[in-house]
């Protein structure tokens, strides 16, 4: 019989798409590894079904006018009539409601919790995932639960695993930009004017998503650009994309712990306030260099920052060697495992 897991997880323009891409990649892994069938649970986002669009998961859509006690009847329904055999939480705020995952937890399955919180955050589950770089093991020697922390459990594509990135040159030819897949804030607009006053010669792939709700409005400001740019939409992930630039920049979500991962030289501009602890930590490791808090950063300051730093090659150099000592792309294995042996 086909063992089934739950994961609950959402995504939209204000949280982002990053939950709902790593529950697709443990979904796949799984199914590949270890003949285990997801389904993911998310509330209904216009944004976040486009996102979802190209990918194989099966979806279970929470009507987003329920409230909390709807949704967990909702998930406790699911798995009686599934028949599931774990329950996998990658939420940004209920996880640490100890009501509502007691509720799920009287089903007698066991529940995860996956989080990237860069505080110290109980979560009352069977194991508890951050691969946040600030957190540390021994904050939660005597909590309940088994706690993994650090970038190593960090969720990517495995195939980060393998990768095998040349030493970066002196010469930046091609950028790699993304802000994400549903670029919180719209800072795209403002970066690319940012790029259009560096004085630095580059053609830019950037990289977008349907889940913006703005990539007709993107495609019409691209074509008012000084530059080469080279516009690519919803592609299933960025793993074959590090090959083809020099220098990328992101926001501090996963696709930072990737580039990382890549070991490409690159810059953060924050979409949000939770993602600045993350980026800035992993300046102080010397595998990035953080711009700042996009809302809050004017297009001068962006462009003279990236100006900048383009030329910083010994820092560039600095964060190719120093990025496997952080991340090694084997996140996404050791949490499915960590998974398939919490199932009964």
């Known amino acids: 019989m086909t063992r089934k897991i739950i994961i609950r997880a959402d995504g939209g323009k204000s949280i982002g798409m990053g939950h709902l891409n790593r529950a697709t990649l443990i979904s796949d892994y799984l199914h590949r590894n270890f003949l285990i069938e997801s389904i993911l649970v998310t509330t209904y986002d216009e944004n976040a079904l486009a996102f979802l669009r190209n990918k194989v998961i099966r979806t279970e859509t929470i009507p987003s006018e329920f409230n909390l006690t709807q949704e967990i009847n909702f998930i406790r329904d699911l798995i009686f009539t599934e028949k599931c055999s774990l329950v996998v939480f990658d939420i940004l705020e209920n996880d640490i409601n100890h009501g509502y995952i007691n509720e799920i937890k009287s089903t007698n399955i066991p529940v995860a919790a996956i989080t990237d919180d860069s505080q110290k955050r109980i979560i ?25 922390t650090g970038p190593v459990y960090f969720i990517m594509d495995d195939f980060y695993s393998r990768i095998s990135i040349d ?12 802000m994400g897949g549903s670029d919180h804030n719209d800072l795209i ?10 004085d630095y010669q580059f053609d830019v792939r950037l990289i977008s998503s349907h889940g913006t709700g703005y990539i007709d409005r993107l495609t019409a400001f691209i074509n008012t650009c000084n530059r080469q740019i080279k516009l690519l939409v919803d592609l299933p992930s960025l793993t074959q994309e590090w090959k083809n630039c020099d220098f990328a920049i992101t926001a501090g979500g996963n696709s930072l712990f990737e580039r990382i991962a890549a070991r490409k030289p690159g810059l953060t501009i924050c979409q949000l306030e939770r993602q600045m602890e993350i980026a800035d930590r992993f300046t102080t490791l010397g595998v990035n260099y953080n711009v700042g808090f996009g ?5 001068a300051e962006i462009a003279s920052e990236i100006q900048n730093y383009l030329y910083q090659y010994d820092d560039h150099l600095m964060q190719y060697f120093k990025s496997p000592h952080f991340i090694d792309g084997k996140g996404l294995s050791r949490i499915s495992n960590i998974l398939v042996n919490l199932i009964k």
Do not use: H, M
């Open 189 to 198: 607009f403002k970066i690319i004017e940012a790029l259009k006053i560096v």
């Open 167 to 178: 030493k970066p040159s002196e010469k930046i030819s091609t950028l790699l930009l993304t």
């Open 124 to 148: 009352n589950a069977d194991a508890i995932i951050n691969g946040n770089p600030n957190q540390l093991g021994i904050n939660y020697d005597n909590e309940n639960g088994k706690y993994y």
């Open 295 to 299: 809302p809050d950063l004017s297009v």
